[in-house]
């Protein structure tokens, strides 16, 4: 059993939130803060204290901060038309709920930068979810540990977590703490509730949260540049992509996938682990068996329906030219610790809460989001200025 610290945040002092979780906790319920002008230099670093229980199993903290949030039907795609023709003809499509990812909203590029986030959540809010219920997740804190156990080469390269975007070292330990507050309090400001899951990665989390709201009768909707979500699409599971050439986000459903890879969705994830993710740090059996092109994978997944399928058959008869089946009894281990590595884990001990699923109240958005921009610009300016004049110093 896991222990969570749970920190509620209620529309008023006296509104109390319950969250149950399977595991001890301990709740903490704070007063929603007023609206006021947004400063950005108001925000504090100060981490809330909390207490934790011990127990013999790996401690994992949960922040789960949430405002009002209420149910729609119906909905716009982002600036130009509707969600999908064909999807209208679904009496499900009317029922959304939509996950956003954050971490990668944080970056222009490689680049950690808040005002990306800011545009990009502007803009999500103003014409892709509107009022429908929206659920933000963050990377947890060591969240990659364990695929890193697995493979040392995972994310090697990739762009920290919101919790280690730096300015400089100068400045690292004010920075990060403001830069964390900053992205919590506008989601907050904006009524979506934000869960941090310590010892996991968001898109986890999201995948997990998914399973259950898909049991909940909604359609999910992912907001992310993640490739990684692509494992979760179906009919019912759609992604919404940032388009940085285009200003806007554009969605991404079954069709589009079946259209750009020539198949399902399911073989997907079968598919990298043979291919290999460069970008994640995932080396493909390419590495070891350079005649081993994604052709021949695609074909060898397409008969046998999967990964796990295909190394069983391959383990008891022949099941393609002898470089291909050398290749997968030789490192059939190489290959499922490849999926071991990029499987979405949907078994995190997180519970959805019915009050995640009700219409966002939308009543803050307007005085947030115009100033949003304007605040980070502002910010922008002033750190180019110190930037200079410690580096003229």
């Not at 999807?87 to 909203?105: C, G, I, M, Q």
């Not at 994640?280 to 092109?293: A, E, Y």
């Not at 099941?319 to 009894?329: D, I, K, M, N």
Request: overall charge positive; glycine content about 6%; hydrophobic content about 35%.
């Amino acid at each position: 059993m896991n222990t969570c610290t749970v920190i509620i945040y209620g529309a008023t002092s006296t509104s109390i939130n319950m969250i149950e979780f399977a595991v001890p906790t301990h709740v903490h319920v704070r007063p929603y803060l007023t609206l006021q002008p947004f400063d950005v230099s108001s925000i504090s670093s100060v981490k809330p204290r909390t207490r934790t229980t011990r127990t013999r199993t790996l401690e994992a903290k949960t922040s789960v901060l949430f405002g009002a949030l209420n149910r729609t039907f119906g909905g716009q795609l982002a600036a130009k038309g509707d969600f999908n023709g064909d999807d209208k003809e679904k009496s499900k499509s009317t029922k959304r709920v939509f996950f956003l990812d954050v971490n990668p909203l944080c970056y222009e590029g490689s680049t950690p930068s808040l005002r990306s986030f800011g545009r990009w959540v502007s803009l999500f809010f103003n014409q892709v979810s509107r009022s429908d219920p929206v659920i933000a997740v963050l990377d947890g804190e060591r969240g990659n540990e364990h695929r890193r156990q697995l493979l040392p080469s995972y994310k090697a390269h990739r762009r920290k977590s919101i919790g280690q975007l730096t300015a400089s070292r100068r400045f690292s330990r004010v920075h990060v703490g403001r830069s964390h507050q900053f992205v919590i309090d506008v989601l907050r400001k904006c009524n979506v509730p934000v869960v941090k899951i310590d010892g996991y990665e968001a898109d986890d989390v999201v995948a997990t949260l998914v399973e259950q709201v898909l049991q909940r009768g909604y359609r999910v909707v992912i907001a992310s540049p993640d490739k990684d979500f692509k494992q979760l699409i179906s009919e019912d599971v759609q992604l919404v992509m940032p388009l940085e050439d285009l200003e806007r986000w554009s969605f991404y459903t079954l069709k589009h996938y079946i259209a750009q890879y020539n198949c399902d969705p399911h073989s997907d994830l079968s598919l990298r682990c043979i291919m290999g993710d460069e970008v994640d740090g995932v080396p493909g059996i390419q590495h070891v068996v350079p005649g081993f092109g994604r052709k021949t994978a695609l074909k060898l997944i397409k008969k046998h329906g999967s990964l796990e399928n295909l190394l069983n058959a391959a383990a008891v008869r022949t099941v393609g030219r002898q470089y291909a089946q050398e290749a997968l009894t030789k490192y059939a281990d190489y290959l499922r610790r490849n999926y071991e590595v990029l499987a979405l884990r949907r078994d995190i001990d997180i519970h959805l809460e019915e009050e995640w699923l009700t219409e966002r109240d939308t009543c803050n958005d307007s005085t947030i989001l115009s100033n949003i921009l304007t605040s980070l610009e502002a910010k922008q300016n002033l750190t180019q200025q110190t930037r200079s004049h410690f580096s003229n110093g």
